[in-house]
Every structure is written in structure tokens, then in C-alpha cells.
């Protein structure tokens, strides 16, 4: 049995805060207890990840202002990732790379990011076990969008405030 088969009747469908909600812009606090609640809460986030079809959902999107990551980038989505307390540093050899993102939070709209490609990534597991790490592909462009996340950074503050105003507007409709 998987992990979402496992856990699959006992997770909730939390409610995902969307642009322009100012609850999005909140920095969330590194997280210091690995209990159960923790463990909960990422089994939720993870299934609402999956419900929506996204690859990436930070804690702050779902009103919870700990420093929290799920992550699925596997194309069967049978292999979720969890980061805790995520940090990076961009290595000193970097280029940049653009990508079309989307994010559950800005639903429909989709934009070209451009951000540097190679960074060395720290986190914590569920259990509180530290791990380093330098990633390659889409991880390194998806743990930077979400730990803008946990900065209170969304996607949309890399455009041009004309652009960001007219997705704000129709967002708000
Ligand atoms: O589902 C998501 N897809 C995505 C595509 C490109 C770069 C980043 C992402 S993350 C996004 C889900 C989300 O909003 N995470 O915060
Ligand atoms: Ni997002």
C-alpha cells in the first residue's frame, strides 16, 4: 500500500487561500516540534495537492504559517516529498532558467519565471532529520516557489505591477 492509499481516508481537503488574500503574505516560523500534528498536517497537504493536480503546496497556502513543504513531481504522483524548515543558498556557478508556472493559489494563470538553476538546498524530514541536498530540474524551480511561499512571496511579484494588478482584478471578480 502507498502512502495515499494509507492515509487517504483519514486526510481533510483544506480550503487554499487565493490571490489577493493578505493571509498569503504572512512569514511563516520555522517549525520546532516534529509531532504528530505535523505529521497531519502535511497528510492533508498533500492530499489536497493531489486533489488539486499540483506539484508543489506550501503551508502557508492552506492558512497554516509554519515552515512546511509537500512536493510530488513523479509522474505516477506516487512519490510525495516533505521539507521542513527548507533553506537554500544559490551556488556561485548558477545561470538562470525560465519556466511557465502556475500556482494553486493564482488559479489560471500561468507565467514565465526566471530564476537562478542551481542552489544548494537544507531541510528536515517529518521526524526532525536533517538532509542537504543539490537539486536538479524542476525540484530546484518548485522548492523555490514554495519557499517563496513561506516568505510571504507569490509568483506574481516577479511581473510588472501592470500585469499583477490585472490578475489581481480578475481574480477579485
Ligand atoms: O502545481 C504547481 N505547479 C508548478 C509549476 C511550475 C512551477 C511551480 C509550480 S508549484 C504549483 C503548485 C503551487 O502553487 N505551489 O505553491
Ligand atoms: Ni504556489
Known sequence: MD?????YFMTQKLKI????DPKLRKVAKKVTKFDKSLQNLASDMLHTMYEENGIGLAATQVDHHIRLIVMDLSEKRNEPMFFVNPEYKILDNHSTCSYEEGCLSIPGFNEE???PDKIDLKW???DGNTHNDKPKGLLTICIQHEIDHLEGKLMVDYLSSLKRDRIRKKLLK
Open 17 to 20: 487561500l487565493q490571490f489577493p
Open 124 to 126: 528536515q524530514d517529518l
Open 3 to 7: 502512502y495515499k492509499e494509507k492515509y
Open 113 to 115: 519565471i526566471t530564476r
